[in-house]
């Protein structure tokens, strides 16, 4: 599937979920347990423990169930190893243009972070295909909104503290799509190997999604 079409696909769903776990059965079956519920975009961050290998795999488990993205990705040597071991988008919480540069070269969809202004369109005017707004607890949807109505044109997704209240608040306040973690794979549920009630939560947090923008289901 094309760059344009796993983007578009993004902003349809609206969710990134971002995973973080040590341990890589769990792991694969939270994949296995979001897909099913719907959230098709799936962030292993790359401070867990044998990240390339649980990307790798949760790639070759997954096929086009689900789309395994790599974060955390700080430079373009990263890069190109999350990108061979099957990545098919990147997100990291900096712009580094480099990087951007590389996943480029590649069609792979990136998505750096940034905050002010000027880094946002920075990211952006450098071939970011979305801003990662981080942290986003910071200031909230009411700042989001804010960096939207001078940036109309720069896709941007808030990432960090979000949660089921503030998700829709974020979609109506311009997010293309959020990045949810703890809130959407619940450490208790995890912890209990309750992969059901996270299901639940991604079908949860897609009707979410679909009210804020007023979408019937």
């Known amino acids: 599937m094309n760059k344009k079409r796993i983007l578009e696909e993004l902003r349809d769903t609206g969710a990134v979920a971002v995973i973080r776990t040590d341990r890589q059965d769990e792991l694969l079956d939270i994949v296995g347990a979001l897909a099913e519920g719907g959230v098709r975009f799936i962030e292993i961050t790359m401070t867990v423990p044998n990240a390339l290998e649980i990307v790798r795999l949760s790639c070759q488990k997954m096929g ?3 789309y395994i993205g790599a974060g955390t990705v700080l430079d373009s040597q990263a890069a190109r190893s999350v990108i061979s071991a099957g990545a098919r988008f990147v997100v990291s919480p900096v712009f580094d243009p480099e990087m951007v540069r590389y996943c480029n070269r590649y069609s792979i969809p990136v998505m750096p972070g940034a905050f002010t202004p000027t880094e946002v369109l920075s990211a952006w005017s450098n071939g970011a295909d979305v801003v990662k707004i981080f942290p986003a607890n910071i200031g909230g949807p009411k700042y989001f909104k804010d960096l939207k109505g001078p940036l109309p044109q720069v896709e941007i997704l808030p990432t960090g503290g979000v949660d089921f209240t503030t998700a829709p608040q974020f979609i109506q306040a311009g997010a293309c799509a959020v990045g949810i973690g703890g809130a ?5 549920a995890v ?9 639940k939560n991604a079908v949860k947090l897609l009707q979410t999604i679909r ?5 019937a289901t």
């Open 191 to 199: 912890k209990a190997r309750d992969f059901e009630a996270i299901r």
């Open 64 to 66: 086009e169930m689900a």
């Open 211 to 215: 009210d804020a923008r007023g979408v």
């Open 184 to 188: 959407l794979v619940d450490p208790a």
